[in-house]
């Protein structure tokens, strides 16, 4: 898994400010943002390796389990 550049972090960052972030705001939320990043890639790579699962069957407890 490569690291994210600035310019990917920034996009993620526009994502969920909707605008840029400003220097401090950027500083602050680069680690945050780093693991959210990666955290999607795992997913992403996840999902490709269940295919077509619908978000709501990943987490169903079994009947057998409650």
Not at 34 to 55: C, F, H, K, Y
């Amino acid at each position: 898994m490569s690291e994210p550049v600035d310019e990917e972090l920034r996009q993620v960052a526009r994502r969920v400010l909707g605008r840029d972030p400003t220097p401090k705001e950027a500083a602050q939320a680069a680690p945050r943002l780093l693991i959210l990043s990666q955290t999607m890639d795992r997913l992403e790579a996840w999902q490709g390796e269940l295919g077509e699962v619908a978000p709501a069957t990943i987490f169903q407890v079994p009947t057998e389990a409650r």
